[in-house]
């Protein structure tokens, strides 16, 4: 049972790269899906997370406008693609699995049980 986040790597201010949640052995499809992220020497932050069906999508301020989480059921993938990067952007992105049920803070670390093993996207000025 395991989350495996991918798609990260270095890339110039401003560029773009797109993230990619693959499970195995653990179903995406009925429940929340998460993307956070940690910076060396700071706490896990929220970045942006999408419900069961695609239809509710949140996302933190710093992110908001750049990044967009999106879902294919069907592939039990969750992706984010993610735009106009800054330095600020610079982390270890994961993925996590929450509820199958509405919550209220889709940005509480709390809520989500399952992570994945990170992958690391680099900003370069």
């Known amino acids: 049972v395991q989350l495996q986040a991918s798609g990260g790597g270095l890339v110039q201010a401003g560029g773009s790269l797109r993230l990619s949640c693959a499970a195995s052995?653990?179903?995406?499809?009925?429940?929340?899906v998460g993307w956070f992220r940690q910076a060396p020497g700071k706490e896990r932050e929220f970045v942006a997370a999408?419900?069961?069906?695609?239809?509710?999508?949140v996302y933190a301020d710093s992110v908001k406008g750049r990044f967009t989480i999106s879902r294919d059921n069907a592939k039990n993938m969750v992706y984010l693609q993610m735009n106009s990067l800054k330095n600020a952007d610079t982390a270890v992105y994961y993925c996590a699995r929450g509820p199958y049920y509405r919550i209220s803070d889709y940005s509480a670390v709390r809520q989500y049980e399952y992570w994945g093993q990170g992958t690391l996207v680099t900003v370069s000025s």
């Open positions: 052995g653990l179903i995406l499809s009925n429940y929340i």
């Open positions: 999408i419900d069961w069906s695609g239809d509710t999508t």
